[in-house]
């Protein structure tokens, strides 16, 4: 298969892995992924060939970078010299103590190939970690420990994997020359990845000082940033490109703060792109490893030294010897900084939050296919099985043993391919269990946004004249579909199958309205047959649609329909002026308008009957249902019809109005304590991103 073709295959399999995610939300997306990997691998027969140099280039560099990048300061900071405790010497007791326990499992496998085994294995994945301290209350210092070793011991763990690769490749080893070969590779490379990063970061500066400021041109530039600092520092200086990116990146956050202000514009965008880049390559990764294992299982499967539950015995054996080293070395820990008696309950879920990912299958697999001697590189499919037997038993371990530990709170496991903007959230909630004594109640972001997208509401309300109803009604409708998708979610089944059933409810109300209208424009000879038979077949499609029996499972059924039929109306307004003659224009005018009417007061007269008690219905579905007829009358008025600039205009004008409510209801609720200042710097940007997409709107609309 051509290469073009492969990676258009690898990115749809990971955008469909995420949509099996949503709907399996118990399974790690991971385990989705290595899943469709093998399904690619069995039923199509594809193969992706790997090549060692630049499999570390394409995965190692960005991801490591955007650790880097990703490295948080504070507490993380705080505890530094455990984090690189940690980070370096846990690598270092996995990779001798592990290996050491993995050569005697498995005798067949030579020391240093035992070694680099366990090497690979060490680093662990930080947004799984981030992801199981929302299931078990880790304590902090604990917590901010294993968080910082997960986002460090990456560069570590792949320099004691490539020493070991290399002494098998070799068959040469020293002590003496490894100690001080390392001392080398790791000090050039924290050099050269700190120089390179503030030389860039200069040349950066300077050309923004010559006015190349270009936010695409700037994005680019901090994209090819860890390819090029990778590809000099192990080319051209033959230090460690691992350590150097990872330093690279840490620069560039520190860097990266002093723009925010200068240019916000530019850290959306790039940070939206690097979620991008990041989500695709960890994804891309694990379906590698899924298309990688028939070939590992297949060699397994015919080697006349080992079957295949031996190897799936050695790879549970592997994760074992692993697990009882975390948890003995956080034991440890726990004794040795705090004075009163260790929690071996908090060790081992500490142990367990040692997912392998990414980092791990990206390494193994660059695993070189031959010695220097020509041979083959020794048991390298059976190292590749473990490794990711490994990785899998990580995942399944930590799926089975959470909801066994932390029954009551059923948040999914995610990993780093599950990375998206829902991992700040942290962040909130640690701060949340810091002022919750303190402060007043604590909104979620859900109900923050739906408290300033009413504010926008109530102020299109106040401005709306009787010239500008049409943009007035078209944008409240658009806040109110969003208002209603963000109620479901905040919302538990039970409350939400109830709030279907209203919207249900008064949706029948209102087509029985508007039927009677059809009727009574047809008895009087205000239309014609043919306009008659045709509205009622829309009336009628929307009344099966609703009376479907799994209705319940729409999630929000009044976005459905009604964004369908405002499309279909406007088509069939646009047909007809250009294909029929004014007469029937006005005609279908008149059946918007009048069917409208008749729901509007249908609805009125339901709610005023006394069998019906207004308040035991959801609001927001009347007010949302009312808006929507009232948008229906207004664009079926001729004598309110205004020119398709003016509408632009007047729409404009009322977006900048509702954002700068929405603007002025998150400072509210930053002053009154109810969000964090995390939470509203993501309010924010969701209203900065509004306003670009508004601006662009007003180019367009100039040019």
Do not use: C
């Amino acid at each position: 298969m051509l290469i073009v073709e492969a990676v258009i295959l690898l990115v749809v399999l990971v955008l469909i892995s995420n949509v099996i995610s949503h709907y399996l939300t118990f399974i790690p997306v991971s385990l989705i992924q290595i899943a469709l990997g093998l399904v690619m691998a069995l039923f199509w027969e594809i193969e992706i060939p790997l090549d060692t140099d630049w499999f570390l280039l394409l995965f190692i560099a960005p991801l490591l970078f955007n650790d880097g990048r990703r490295f948080p300061k504070r507490e993380l900071w705080q505890l530094r010299g455990p984090i690189f405790a940690n980070s370096i010497l846990l690598v270092f007791l996995t990779t001798v103590v592990g290996g050491y326990f993995i050569y005697l499992m498995i005798p067949r496998l030579s020391l240093s190939v035992s070694f680099a085994l366990a090497a690979i294995l060490s680093p662990t994945d930080p947004v799984a970690v981030q992801s199981i301290s929302k299931r078990v209350k880790l304590p902090d210092r604990i917590l901010h420990l294993v968080s910082g070793e997960s986002l460090v011991n990456d560069a570590s763990g792949l320099i004691a994997f490539k020493y070991a690769v290399a002494a098998t490749v070799t068959g040469v080893f020293s002590f003496s020359h490894a100690v001080g070969d390392f001392l080398y590779i790791s000090i050039l490379g924290f050099l050269a990845g700190f120089v390179l990063m503030l030389m860039i970061e200069f040349l950066r500066n300077l050309l923004r000082q010559q006015g190349i400021n270009d936010v695409i041109f700037n994005t680019v530039l901090q994209l090819m940033t860890p390819f090029v600092v990778y590809v000099i520092t192990e080319e051209i200086l033959h230090a460690s490109g691992v350590i150097a990116v990872v330093t690279a990146g840490v620069v560039s956050h520190t860097q990266g703060n002093r723009l925010v202000e200068d240019s916000p514009e530019l850290k959306l965008v790039s940070e939206k792109t690097w979620d991008i880049i990041v989500y695709l390559l960890n994804g891309i990764v694990f379906l590698i490893l899924g298309d990688e294992l028939p070939l590992a299982t297949t060699k397994i499967i015919n080697d006349v030294h080992f079957n295949t539950f031996q190897a799936v015995g050695y790879s549970f054996g592997a994760w074992l010897i692993l697990l009882l080293i975390r948890v003995v070395w956080i034991y440890l820990y726990q004794g040795i900084s705090k004075p009163r008696r260790p929690s071996l309950r908090v060790a081992l879920l500490a142990g367990l939050s040692g997912v392998r990912g990414a980092v791990t299958m990206a390494g193994v697999l660059s695993l070189p296919l031959v010695t220097a001697s020509g041979q083959a590189f020794p048991q390298r499919s059976l190292v590749l099985f473990v490794a990711a037997g490994v990785i899998i038993i990580s995942l399944v371990a930590a799926v089975v043993t959470l909801p066994l530990v932390a029954p009551d709170n059923p948040v999914p496991l995610q990993t780093r391919a599950s990375f998206s903007d829902e991992l700040d959230d942290e962040l909130d909630e640690n701060e949340t269990d810091q002022q919750q004594s303190n402060e007043p109640h604590l909104l979620s972001e859900a109900e923050a946004r739906i408290y300033i997208m009413r504010l926008a509401i109530n102020a299109i309300e106040e401005h709306r004249r009787i010239e500008n109803q049409r943009a007035a009604y078209d944008l409240i409708l658009d806040y109110q579909f969003i208002i209603r998708r963000l109620e479901l979610k905040t919302r538990d089944d039970e409350d939400r199958k109830q709030v279907v059933d209203d919207e249900v409810t008064l949706r029948q109300v209102g087509l029985k309205g508007e039927q009677s209208a059809l009727d009574r424009l047809y008895a009087h000879h205000q239309i014609s047959s043919q306009a008659y038979h045709s509205a009622s077949r829309t009336i009628k499609r929307a009344v099966q649609r609703i009376n479907h029996p799994n209705r319940h499972l729409d999630f929000a059924p009044l976005r459905s329909w009604s964004s369908f039929l405002h499309r279909t109306s406007q088509w069939v307004r646009s047909a007809v002026h250009q294909s029929q003659n004014k007469a029937t224009s006005n005609e279908w005018l008149l059946i918007d308008r009048e069917s409208a009417k008749s729901a509007i007061k249908a609805l009125s007269k339901y709610l005023g009957d006394d069998e019906v008690d207004p308040q035991a219905l959801d609001k927001q579905a009347i007010y949302h249902l009312v808006v929507f007829y009232r948008n229906r009358v207004e664009r079926a008025r001729k004598d309110q019809r205004v020119s398709r600039s003016e509408y632009a205009k007047q729409l404009n004008q009322l977006r900048v109005i509702a954002l700068g409510a929405e603007r002025t209801g998150v400072q509210s609720l930053l002053e009154s304590g109810n969000i964090t200042w995390q939470m509203s710097g993501r309010l924010r940007q969701y209203i900065n991103y509004s306003e670009n997409v508004l601006m662009m709107a007003v180019n367009d609309e100039l040019d």
